[in-house]
């Protein structure tokens, strides 16, 4: 029974990582970036506050914790949150499932990190190969700029850069926020990115010229509820019942799931690069997620 819930844990994640990109692209129909990050931040921090509350979690007071919350917030959070959400916006925005077979490169970028600039995991000529297979499909994907509706290069590259941002922040966690609770840690970094869009949303955007009917206010509840505060909640259930390696296997779903959403219910368009070029990003992180399973009597002897 725990595995069927683990299980359900690991889908229903799938599910609010991979359809946000759906919902961006929705509620950017009458909301500007900024005031979509920033709302979609301010109900994922109030939602971890009451979980933090329900289970008297205590807050730090080190200074020098709140720093590296400052980093994740403004790294792992609030700079790639806007640039995929301006990457969405507008007649020349990326299509949401193109945002989400890009997004699926953050793997890609944790092995380069790992392997060649930390030098904590090897850096073997199979991962190298999956590096290639999956540049290779990113090359494809920029190439779709022909179609205004996929978004130019410069859209896509900002989906990118938000994938490298990704994969840095996930190794600077391990290094810097070991021990300290995952609904502080998420919500630490939510509190400062918050306080950081809010800022820059109510100084460069014109609030009165948007407007919020119910359609983008469930957007903004389903990212904020699901996509950022339950989603951080599975992630850690996931992580601690199954380990690092298997739970990346949710990397292999969210492209798929983006790219369903986006055709089925915002009519996108499903052509040939989309459907190769995300074809080899998924095989490029598989190749470098892959570990060879040890004959049984090794494994006994290890």
Known sequence: MKEQRIWLAFVVLALAWGTSFMFIKIALQTVQPLTLVSGRLLIGWLGLLAIAALY????????????????????????PFVLITWAEFGAAGVDSGVASVLNGTVPLFSIVLAGLVLRTEPFTPGRLLGLLVGFAGVVILLSRSADVSAGGV????????????????????RRYLQGLHPV?????????????????ALTLEDFAAQSFPWLTLVSLIWLGLLGSCLAYILYFTVLQAWGATRTTLVTYLLPVVG???????????????????????LSGVAVVNWRPRRPALARHFS
């Open 154 to 173: 410069v859209q896509k590259g900002a989906v990118i850069l938000a994938a490298f941002m990704y994969a840095a922040s996930s190794s600077y966690a």
């Open 56 to 79: 008297g979690l205590t807050w730090p007071r080190q200074w020098r914790i709140w720093g590296h919350f400052l980093v994740m917030g403004l790294f792992n959070t609030a700079v």
């Open 259 to 281: 790219v369903s959403a986006g055709v089925i219910f915002l009519g996108e368009l499903l052509d040939w690069q989309l459907l190769v070029g995300g074809l080899f990003i």
């Open 184 to 200: 502080i840690v998420a919500g630490g970094q939510l509190l400062v990115a918050n306080l950081v869009v809010g800022v820059a």
